[in-house]
């Protein structure tokens, strides 16, 4: 087997590789790359592939982080700063993140959206003391990525709701 031969075997392997990763789950480029190092792959073949692979739309840091985004905002409740995070974790590009969380959240009520997420937790600690309860509705909020300003919010949202059941 010639010299080129050799490396049209390598070139085939990686994109196989690469595939095969796609198949199990969406990634960024980082994440791609990372990976396709740690099976072995010289740099420079897995630069190729990648750089192949964009070009042919089967890996895209912009719709890896535009679906991430609007998954984890919608089923996971999700707030900014933890998507920012998540993403930026990833290896997706700051600009490109910052971009993703303006489109996503662009029009998007985060009060609303983080009382969603707070309500049935808020409903599951109906036994805990008061301060207890609100200390952990407080890190549950600042876990998934929302600001002080709306989880305070949301906080007071919550204790008028529970003050006017208690007078009925």
């Keep these: 087997m010639g010299r080129l031969d050799l490396y049209s075997d390598q070139r085939q392997r990686a994109r196989d590789a690469a595939f095969r990763l796609l198949a199990v789950r969406a990634r960024t480029a980082a994440e791609l790359k990372s990976r396709l190092l740690q099976k072995g792959f010289a740099a420079q073949l897995i630069e190729q592939t990648l750089t192949d692979f964009q070009a042919k739309g089967y890996q895209s840091d912009e719709e890896f982080a535009r679906l991430f985004a609007r998954e984890k905002q919608r089923s996971s409740g ?18 490109l993140v910052e971009k993703t969380l303006t489109e996503q959240f662009d029009g998007v009520d985060l009060t609303e959206s983080a009382y969603r997420a707070a309500a049935k937790k808020w409903r599951s600690m109906q036994g805990t003391a008061g301060a207890t309860r609100k200390r952990r509705l407080t890190g549950f909020l600042q876990r998934r990525g929302y600001v002080w300003e709306t989880i305070n919010a949301v906080m007071n949202k919550l204790l008028e709701e529970d003050a006017s059941h208690q007078v009925k």
């Design 78 to 95: 999700w707030g900014p700063a933890r998507i920012r995070r998540e993403l930026t974790a990833r290896g997706v590009k700051n600009s």
